[in-house]
């Protein structure tokens, strides 16, 4: 009998759980988590659960460092924007300190953090993983159906791993979405691609039968670190067309 | 404050156990000493929650866990006596609601050897548990 985690599948049942994932670090989940949290909730009530215990970024982009959540009856009480979006991470629990653990403590304290989140009249769940296929991806397969979005960015290094992730996830029978993240950017009207034409990544996504999408390079994005609910660039449009994939 | 989430956890998981086996009359749990849990607060929201539950004639019993810690460094085994004040030191920092009390797993991060300062330290008996479920025989 596992308690914990059967209160962390309980209080996800019925639930649109989303899982950010990707094979390589530092290509923009955390960012597409956290607009995609922000696209949903114009629509559904949508929590972001961040689930890097390492880096916890949510923290980070939505100017939450040093605050720490309120427990309640109904546990940790997600910190609000609007009454439609909402954001919990461990860097709520630990104040922003680091964390340190060893593999089998890392599982067990992501399944706390999923157990004893107040996810009452959400209706959408968005997982910002850490990267690669570690615990977390187990730990989350066991309490939650999730719909996987996996990012990549266009070089050819996350090019050829991202296909690990892909094999994988079809081989569970899942149908993931796949965006390309700082795929372009927009020069004085020009489309340019600095990792180049991005073909093998449409091989790719043909031989999985994966739909793509492929968000651009915004400089100005820096500038929302801290508070990206407020952030309406041309990264947010691609973000808009995630969430019509996911629909399908 | 998280106890009643434990009670809840509880509730769910043995309501599934035991479905079609009878009607269940005590329950014991397992929790982490170094959580620190209020066990009357962890039974009165035991008490609260199984009402119209098939469990609403069962007790919760508490038993406490108490962890040993192995360095993996140095291999020092200690306790959670021989390093109270660094526990000591989180409560205070954090108060009420200290990461310890409520994810006692994340202890390797709060907590080092007190022999080496090492922080690759491997615990025990840190997870929530349902120990035993004692049906009730006459029914
Ligand atoms: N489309 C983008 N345009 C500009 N900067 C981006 C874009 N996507 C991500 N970044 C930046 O790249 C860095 C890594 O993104 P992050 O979301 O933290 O990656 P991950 O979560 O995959 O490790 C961050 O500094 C972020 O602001
Ligand atoms: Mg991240």
């Known amino acids: 009998m596992k308690p914990l985690r059967t209160l962390a599948a309980g209080k996800l049942k019925g639930k649109l759980a989303i899982a950010v994932m990707s094979s390589k670090g530092g290509v923009g989940k955390s960012v597409v988590s956290a607009l995609l949290a922000n696209v949903m909730s114009a629509r559904v009530k949508t929590l972001l659960l961040d689930l890097d215990v390492h880096t916890m970024a949510s923290a980070k982009l939505f100017g939450l460092e040093g605050r720490v959540h309120q427990v309640s009856k109904r546990g940790l009480e997600p910190f609000p924007f609007g009454d439609k979006l909402g954001v919990i991470t461990l860097s709520g629990v630990v104040k922003d300190r680091w964390v340190l653990l060893p593999g089998a403590n890392q599982a067990l304290t992501m399944e706390s953090l999923l157990a004893y989140s107040d996810m009452e009249g959400w209706d959408a769940v968005i997982f910002d993983l850490p990267p690669g296929l570690g615990d977390e991806v187990l730990v989350l397969g066991r309490v939650s159906d999730y719909l996987p979005l996996v990012v990549t960015s266009p070089s050819k290094v996350s090019v050829k791993v991202v296909e690990y992730l892909l094999k994988f996830l079809s081989e569970t029978g899942k149908r993931p979405v796949l965006t390309v993240n700082m795929a372009y950017y927009q020069c004085q009207g020009q489309v340019v691609r600095p990792f180049g034409d991005g073909r093998a990544l449409k091989e790719l996504t043909e031989r999985y039968g994966v739909p793509m999408v492929e968000l651009p390079i915004d400089p100005e994005l820096e500038e929302f670190v801290g508070r990206i609910q407020e952030y309406d660039g041309p990264v947010l449009e691609g973000v808009r067309e995630i969430t019509r994939m996911l629909e399908r | ?139």
């Open chain 2, 1 to 139: 404050m998280h106890e009643w989430s434990i009670a809840d956890a509880v509730i769910r998981t043995v309501e599934q156990w035991a479905e079609g086996r009878g009607r269940v009359k005590r329950i014991v749990i397992g929790v982490p000493s170094i959580s620190f849990l209020d066990t009357d607060i962890l039974t009165q929201a035991f008490d609260e929650l199984k009402v119209g539950t098939s469990l609403r004639d069962a007790n919760l019993q508490v038993k406490i866990k108490e962890q040993t810690f192995t360095c993996q460094l140095c291999g020092r085994r200690f306790t959670l006596k021989d390093v109270e004040d660094q526990v000591g030191e989180v409560r205070s920092e954090f108060g009420e609601e200290y990461p310890l009390h409520l994810i006692p797993t994340l202890s390797p991060s709060f907590i080092k050897c007190p022999s080496c300062g090492s922080r690759d330290v491997m615990v025990d008996n840190q997870d929530v548990t349902v120990e035993e479920v004692i049906m009730d025989e006459t029914s």
